[in-house]
C-alpha cells in the first residue's frame, strides 16, 4: 500500500510564494520534508504554464490551486 499525494499549484505571481518555496527548500536541505514530499508543489508564474504543469504531474489524485487574490 503506497501513499497517494495531492498535488498543490501555487501561481507565483510576481514571485509572491518565493519565500514559501525557499523554506520548503531549506526543510528538505535539513531534513525535515522528504524530496518527494516537496515535489507536490507545483509552481508557475502564470496560470498557463502552472495547468500545463499540473497536467504533466496529475496521476489521477485531487488537485488544489492556491491562487493569490
Known sequence: MGVNWLQ??????DGYYNSLLAFMDKAVDEGFVTPAARHIIVSAQTAQDLMCKLEVHDNNNIIIIIIRI
Open 8 to 13: 498543490v499549484g501555487l501561481l507565483n505571481v
